[in-house]
């Protein structure tokens, strides 16, 4: 078996059925692209692993831009970050080979693969939230028509996909929920959510702007002949309006995903520190991965501080009040 023939096996046995199966067949042509389509399978040792993360780090993403001097489309020279790397790269294969051998029982050797080592060094967890102030200059430039889709996205705390080509048959209008697909790894179909009085609202806006489209979210073309006319956001699209945004407003070291690192933020502080509740709000299979989106701000740690007192009744523990500040003048 070839890699290529892994790979499309693979995808129609497992990957199709997962909620991210777009993702995972992208990572799979990465996974056929450079460990060589034709590469017998049984063949793949540490080795090759490795040369193909090295080989990927130094490929250019395949991302275009229209030069503005030329007018011509150019592929960008940004390359992958080491964490998308692993991704593309290494867990697929990692998932493969571990799959080929405990299904299709071929003679893969498990053993001699050091993951830990083959993996590439990931920065640090990341512990971003949107602030005030860059959140207001983020709306102040951000395409009106893209406004809607990003608040749901900060308001909510659900995944990019769920609210990108949501289609309007997963919204009941008279009960104010909408149907997602269920994430958890040994559960399948779709799960209830009902909406906030907001989210309501913005879902409601948006079906009307595009009333034949059966997508929810929609966006305003600008140019050529289709211009004025309405279409889906895609998940491209969000990408252009909001790095566009991101630089406008200068807005450093902010990603996308960072918005539901936001939501949970905010969720956590008016929760009380409820994760088992911020679980369920971010669909969570495991806690564990809700504790990493939960970030403790300086302000909450003086306060939980202040809160943690002693016994004033032991000897010599009479307070004496603190002296007043002179005023100066």
């Not at 030069?67 to 964490?83: C, Y």
């Not at 602030?131 to 995944?159: H, K, Q, T």
Request: aromatic share 8%; charged share 30%; with cysteine.
């Amino acid at each position: 078996m070839t890699v290529s023939q892994a790979c499309n096996k693979y995808f129609d046995e497992v990957a199709i059925h997962g909620r991210s199966a777009d993702d995972q067949a992208t990572n799979l042509e990465f996974v056929s692209e450079f460990y060589g389509p034709e590469t017998p399978l049984v063949t793949i040792g540490p080795d090759a692993v490795m040369d193909a993360a090295a080989r990927r780090a130094r490929t250019p993403l395949r991302r275009f831009r229209i030069n503005r001097l030329t007018g011509q489309r150019e592929q960008t020279t940004q390359l992958p970050k080491l964490a998308t790397v692993n991704r593309q790269v290494v867990e697929p294969m990692r998932r493969l080979l571990r799959h080929a051998k405990k299904i299709w029982k071929l003679p893969i050797d498990i053993e001699q693969f050091p993951w830990g080592d083959l993996l590439f060094q990931e920065p640090a967890e990341r512990t971003r939230e949107l602030s005030a102030g860059e959140e207001r200059r983020f709306w102040d430039v951000l395409r009106p028509d893209y406004a809607p889709i990003c608040e749901m996205y900060i308001i909510s705390g659900r995944r990019r996909s769920d609210w990108v080509k949501l289609e309007k048959s997963k919204v009941d209008f008279t009960e104010a929920s909408v149907r997602f697909p269920i994430r958890k790894r040994k559960e399948q179909g779709e799960h209830l959510v009902t909406l906030t009085d907001r989210e309501f609202e913005i879902v409601n806006q948006e079906c009307a702007k595009a009333p034949d489209c059966p997508f929810v979210f929609t966006y305003e073309v600008r140019h050529g002949g289709l211009k004025g006319q309405r279409k889906p956001i895609t998940a491209a699209g969000l990408r252009r309006a909001t790095d566009n945004a991101f630089k406008t407003a200068k807005i450093d070291n902010f990603r996308r995903h960072d918005f539901r690192h936001t939501f949970a933020s905010r969720f956590g502080r008016a929760a009380g520190g409820d994760l088992r509740k911020l679980q369920v709000a971010m669909d969570h299979q495991d806690i564990s991965s809700t504790v990493r989106y939960r970030h403790v701000h300086s302000d909450e740690i003086t306060a939980g501080r202040a809160a943690v007192t002693v016994s004033r009744n032991y000897p010599g523990s009479n307070v004496v009040p603190m002296p007043k500040k002179r005023e100066v003048g």
